[in-house]
């Protein structure tokens, strides 16, 4: 059990940096007044407080074992824990659709946290329009974080913790660059990556607001289009705006994301 403990360590600290996403839609919720009819604490509260203290634990009870070891990640170490990241976000990422929606099932309420993180589209929701502004923030959101991955996002913050991510970065990249460093050190390739991606992401919602769009159904639409994930606030998708300027918008950045980030780079 102590070969994993490493991994175990590192899902700790991701669960509870992923945790931490749970602040936006509860943001929304507080800023568009949903709390009057739902209490927003409870739908993106205890989220929040579950993966804090989730994470904050595994982090913790590993913590001196692995300074002890002080042992190098190795390939199956990458690929234990880009499996496992895969597996249990989704049951964090899945709550405020539990609580928000009482009577959608465990199945579909995970169904749609896994298709949202692994930008895969499909959804089990319907009558999108008179869902919260909140959870299509949150749906938004997961999206964005799937499009270049969780744990790219941990191997820029992992030297803060003191573990290397080369392996994390090999595990979790798909293609043949995932072999050549960009930078020389990892978690700057990490960062540089998601630099680009965060920079489209804003050009894109720049760019639909001018279109047209709200400023809400931008950031939406926007992080849907740079990670391909195909969610949308409304059944009708882009046919409800029904504007050229915005499927045009639409068309370049998808095009754009569609492209090898790190070519961009």
């Known amino acids: 059990m102590s070969t994993f403990l490493p991994v175990v360590h ?39 407080a579950i993966s804090l203290v989730v994470g904050g634990v595994l982090y913790l009870a590993t913590l001196k074992t692995v300074r002890r070891a002080r042992r190098e990640l190795q390939p199956r170490d990458g690929f234990l824990l880009v499996s496992l990241v895969w597996v249990v976000l989704p049951i964090f990422a899945m709550l405020p659709f539990l609580f928000y929606l009482p009577n959608l099932s465990l199945t579909d309420a995970y169904f749609e946290a896994v298709s ?18 909140s959870l299509h923030a949150w749906r938004a959101l997961t999206v964005w974080i799937g499009g270049m991955g969780v744990l790219v996002l941990a191997v820029a913050i992992l030297p803060v913790l003191g573990v290397g991510g080369s392996q994390v970065f090999r595990a979790e990249t798909p293609g043949p660059m995932k072999d050549s460093r960009l930078t020389p050190r990892i978690a700057e390739t990490a960062k540089g990556l998601y630099g680009v991606y965060a920079g489209l992401s804003i050009l894109c919602v720049l760019c639909l607001k001018w279109a047209g769009m709200s400023w809400f159904d931008a950031f939406c639409h926007g992080a849907s289009i740079l990670s391909l994930g195909g969610v949308s606030t409304h059944d009708a998708s882009f046919a409800y705006f029904d504007s050229f300027a915005i499927e045009f918008v639409a068309m370049i950045f998808m095009t754009l994301a569609a492209l090898n980030f790190a070519t961009h780079f």
């Open 10 to 48: 590192l899902l700790g600290a991701i669960i509870a940096l992923f945790g931490l996403a749970f602040l936006v839609p509860l943001g929304v919720a507080v800023g568009y007044g949903e709390s009057a009819d739902q209490s927003a604490l409870m739908v993106y509260g205890m989220p929040l």
């Open 116 to 133: 949202g993180l692994t930008t895969t589209g499909a959804t089990t929701l319907t009558d999108l329009d008179l869902l919260p502004a």
